[in-house]
């Protein structure tokens, strides 16, 4: 399974998306989970990639550009709840 996981993805991004990274990469780039990165997607925190369809998949593909602002925006979340106001 370790084999598995190292592959690389370039096969599934055509040709003009090759610098484009995937969610597994994504994921790799910034260190965090790739569910975490879909939550954050779906709840319009970070931009929409671009969705791409090869053969049966849909595959989400971020330019170089989003992938950096994503990894400014990740870096700048603090864990724990924001304070509430008036306490």
Do not use: C
């Amino acid at each position: 399974m370790v084999g598995y996981l190292k592959r690389n993805l370039d096969y599934m991004k055509p040709k003009k998306f090759r610098d484009h990274l995937t969610l597994k990469e994504l994921s790799e780039r910034v260190g965090k989970d790739p569910r975490w990165i879909r939550r954050l997607e779906t709840a319009g925190r970070i931009p929409q990639p671009r969705r791409v369809s090869v053969g049966q998949l849909n595959v989400r593909l971020w330019s170089p550009a989003q992938a950096d602002e994503i990894e400014q925006i990740i870096s700048q979340h603090r864990v724990g709840r924001p304070p509430v106001d008036g306490r």
